[in-house]
């Protein structure tokens, strides 16, 4: 595990399948997206004697990961249509020479008469098969080929075998266990939490500007993913973002396989890019530097959604799951489902999945909760790190008001569209239709004068996208669904989420924030991956990933034995990149006042403030308040890095004062700050008090 792969922690249940495996026994597991399933096959393929043998379903997926296996020293492989018979054949020669740990190949071809004899010709340590939900009809890829896999336990019965899905339904599951003959495997089924991706849902009200104010706010140089329903949307968005100045690659399926190709080559192989996608882009893609997957169009269903937005922060660092979705897209979805030729009772298995996500998108609780509730996982407390945690929506008993809208749809026998009934409530008469119909009769006519015109279509909005309503395909009109019954009785109470209110409110991006010399630092050793894996033909993070750059950055290993400690380090990378990433870490030294002991934080505030010498611009800079601040300097002056005099702005005798009253009210015994200060008068705050007694501690 450290050896070649450079971690020190199991993650999940990683050791315990690599234990069973090794052991010879088979396996089934279930681990979210990014949560490292990799591993649980190729460390017992390097461990056994003999070949591992991968089932992987795409090219990409094949080339990627042998890549990075090459680049940790593993001898790794694949077989598949891009390289010729002679290549073909030196793989084979290395197979049969026993020189070759993993083996990468496509379903097809390993089922293929020919490769079946050639297996039998050398030893093969285990079979992985990876995203063996394909296998599954119910699955969302489902791959016929897979179907044929169950030869393998009959060839082979005393091979151990290995399945992997990210996919956690329990039909699934059934499935890839009878389909695949696995009724012996142990099944290793993980969290589906991903902690570090933070979940944020919004209604979409000013279209791309607001997915702009996204990724500008929060993401300005890094990589992302957006995803669109449509192909005109993806062309569209990736227009508008380059207008913006990003670099924004078009994927869908109507653009050539090398127009795809190249951008998806780009999007690894590169920093800071931007795809705009329709959902036909992403599986097995292992980059584990996105940092925010944005959805702007409303996926399918919540299984779309969690594998979409797991493919943000494979490497574990904060990043960001955004959604801005339109009651339209619900419309829409809608519509495909009813037009699609699916059997009546699989589309109403549709509709569901569809509601359970529309509901998620209205959640005003913790949307981990909800998501994990969906995978039948339970997760005791509000995660606090989802918008709902960070800044709870306003809720608004709007019972009386969604009995208005929807008599208003009642009265007028569900003819008319939005906008006609809101012109009813709010009793406009423009309409010629109003006194023809006398509809000025009617009592719902003008009562909603207490709330205006957005304020209503907002209501009716949700709705719609809670199913309360439905919208009529043709023409426009709004229709009551069975669910409205129950609020027009007054037997269910309906909650509006105020969106305009939580928005305000937007959250700061979880950004690394670095001091002035740690960034020159990581912009350096960033500068020397993306070098190198130039001149190799390699996207950067194989070289290193970005959890990997930080820590160089904060531990600033200068010898080769501390160089080792920091994660993502084996010995084949320590011997390849140890030494020149060593040397820019020795070209970029901090200046001697801040290779302290110091917390990094304090270290953070102490440069800014020996950049900008005001504590409130460094208040202001970091974002932090002037409490703090005073908190973090005064640890610089207890150990003598700054002068209490620069920070506090004071003279000599204020200070001589303070010290006189401090030892006075005994703050030298108890260390009580309060009496000081009331002794004071309250004449300095608290934070001054602080750094000027920092050094008598
Ligand atoms: N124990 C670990 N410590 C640190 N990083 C790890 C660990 N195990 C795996 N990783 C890293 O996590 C990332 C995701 O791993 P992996 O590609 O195996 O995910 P996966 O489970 O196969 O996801 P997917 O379902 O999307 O294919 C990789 O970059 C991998 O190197
Ligand atoms: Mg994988
Ligand atoms: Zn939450």
């Given at each position: 595990m450290k050896d070649v792969f450079g971690y020190d922690q199991y993650r999940h249940q990683q050791e315990q399948i690599v234990d069973t495996l090794v052991k010879g026994q088979d396996a089934l597991v279930l681990m979210p997206t990014g949560g490292g399933k990799s591993l649980c096959y190729q460390i017992p393929a390097i461990a056994r004697p003999g070949v591992g043998v991968v089932v992987s379903p795409l090219i990409a997926l094949m080339q990627d990961q042998v890549n990075a296996l090459n680049q940790l020293g593993v001898k790794a492989a694949y077989i598949n249509s891009t390289l010729s018979a002679r290549e073909i054949e030196q793989v084979k020669q290395q197979a049969l020479d026993d020189e070759l740990d993993l083996l990468y190949l496509s379903p097809e071809r390993l089922v293929g008469e020919e490769m079946q004899g050639f297996l039998q010709r050398i030893k093969v340590a285990l079979f992985a098969i990876d995203?063996?939900?394909?296998?599954?009809?119910?699955?969302?890829?489902?791959?016929?080929?897979?179907?044929?896999?169950?030869m393998l336990h009959e060839q082979f019965p005393e091979v151990p075998r290995i399945a992997l899905t990210a996919t956690a339904d329990q039909r699934v599951r059934k499935e890839i266990v009878k389909q695949l003959q696995l009724d012996d495997a142990e099944i290793f089924i993980s969290s589906f939490d991903r902690p570090n991706i933070t979940y944020a849902i919004e209604e979409q009200e000013s279209g791309k500007q607001q997915l702009w104010r996204f990724i500008n706010d929060n993401h300005p140089n890094d990589a992302g993913i957006v995803y669109c329903l449509s192909r005109r949307k993806v062309e569209s968005v990736a227009e508008f973002l380059s207008g913006k100045g990003r670099k924004a690659l078009p994927y869908h399926a109507g653009l050539s396989n090398k127009i795809r190709e190249r951008n998806q080559h780009q999007f690894l192989m590169e920093d800071g890019i931007i795809i705009v996608a329709t959902?036909?882009?992403?599986?097995?893609?292992?980059?584990?530097?996105?940092r925010f997957v944005a959805h702007f169009s409303m996926p399918k269903n919540i299984e779309s959604y969690y594998q979409e937005t797991g493919r943000a922060g494979r490497d574990g660092q904060p990043s960001n799951a955004w959604m801005a979705y339109n009651y339209q897209d619900v419309v829409m979805q809608r519509q495909f489902i009813r037009d699609s030729d699916a059997a009546d009772e699989h589309k109403e298995v549709l509709h569901n999945k569809l509601d359970s996500l529309v509901d998620l998108c209205e959640q005003l609780e913790c949307r981990r909760q909800t998501l994990l509730r969906y995978f039948d996982?339970?997760?005791?407390?509000?995660?606090?790190?989802?918008d709902n945690c960070l800044n709870p929506p306003e809720k608004i008993d709007a019972s009386k008001e969604a009995q208005m809208a929807m008599s208003a749809i009642y009265r007028t026998e569900q003819k008319f569209g939005i906008m006609y009934l809101i012109d009813l409530l709010l009793g406009n008469d423009n309409d010629e239709r109003v006194s023809k119909l006398k509809h000025d009769q009617l009592n719902v006519f003008g009562i909603g004068k207490d709330h205006v015109k957005t304020w209503w279509r907002r209501l009716y909005r949700q709705l719609i996208s809670q199913g309360y309503i439905d919208v009529?395909?043709?023409?426009?009109s709004l229709l009551l669904t069975d669910k409205a019954k129950p609020i027009l009785k007054g037997d269910e109470s309906f909650y509006l989420r105020d969106v305009v209110k939580a928005k305000n409110k937007s959250k700061k991006a979880e950004e690394i924030d670095l001091g002035r010399h740690d960034t020159v630092l990581w912009n350096a050793l960033k500068k020397l991956r993306t070098d190198l894996a130039t001149d190799q033909g390699v996207p950067p993070y194989v070289i290193f990933s970005d959890a990997s750059l930080l820590e160089m950055v904060r531990k600033?290993?200068?010898?080769g034995e501390k160089f080792m400690y920091i994660s993502g380090v084996g010995e084949y990378k320590l011997a390849k990149y140890g030494d020149v990433f060593i040397q820019v870490i020795k070209d970029n030294p901090l200046p001697k006042k801040l290779d302290?002991?110091?917390e990094d934080e304090v270290n953070v505030t102490l440069d800014h403030f020996l950049e900008h010498k005001s504590v409130e611009t460094v208040a202001e800079v970091l974002d932090l308040n002037l409490n703090t601040v005073y908190m973090h300097l005064s640890k610089a002056i207890a150990v003598g890095l700054v002068d209490k005099k620069d920070v506090t702005g004071l003279q000599d005798e204020d200070i001589d004062y303070i010290i006189q009253m401090a030892e006075m009210t005994g703050y030298l015994e108890d260390k009580k700050m309060k009496p000081v200060f009331d002794a004071l008068d309250g004449m300095y705050d608290y934070g001054t008090l602080r750094c000027v007694l920092a050094e008598l501690e």
């Open positions: 995203e063996a939900h394909c296998v599954s009809q119910w699955g969302h890829d489902f791959r016929k080929e897979y179907q044929n896999l169950s959902i036909a882009f992403g599986m097995g893609i292992d980059k584990p530097d996105v996982e339970v997760l005791e407390e509000p995660c606090g790190n989802c009529d395909p043709e023409h426009g600033r290993p200068v010898e302290n002991r110091l």
